[in-house]
């Protein structure tokens, strides 16, 4: 796992919003079936994030995503998902998922988000990569993941 950073949203009043999340390397995202038969990965497609392309246009790995320490007005909080912002569920794995909506709740039972002053989260990012011998030799290889939070008032 990468280094953590902590995300925060802090509004002058109550409000309720919704981070878009954005995997602007998309085409590039490895998939399950891409991981070798042994490997340890246990994310789903719609959790890894694409870090770019080698010079022979392969995809290079993925990136995800570890949601933790999530604070609701600095009471804990947990992590609610959408696809679409109408219906929303609780992100029990504490994984990213990448191209929808999180935003956060008080109880995990909520079924939608909780109206908030300040929220916070900790995001740990893990990356994944193919062995060596799938890259192309003698060659340097950038790895370019980028991902975009958008807020969305709800």
């Known amino acids: 796992m990468g280094s953590s950073v902590t995300l925060g949203l802090n509004c002058d009043a109550a409000s309720n919003v919704a981070l878009q ?68 569920t609780t992100l029990e794995s504490g994984i990213l998922q990448n191209n929808g909506y999180i935003s956060v709740a008080a109880t995990s039972s909520a079924t939608s988000p909780s109206s908030f002053t300040t929220a916070s989260v900790t995001l740990t990012p893990g990356i994944t990569l193919f062995e060596a011998s799938r ?20």
């Open 21 to 88: 999340v954005t995997d602007n390397r998309a085409s590039s995202a490895i998939t399950n079936a891409d991981f070798p038969a042994n490997s340890p990965s246990n994310m789903a497609d719609s959790e890894l994030f694409g870090l770019g392309k080698d010079s022979a246009s392969n995809n290079i790995g993925a990136l995800g995503f570890m949601l933790t320490d999530v604070k609701l007005d600095s009471a804990s909080a947990y992590i609610m998902q959408s696809t679409d912002k109408s219906t929303w």
């Open 135 to 154: 890259y192309p030799s003698g060659e340097e290889t950038t790895l370019d993941g980028s991902v975009t939070f958008t807020v969305n008032y709800l």
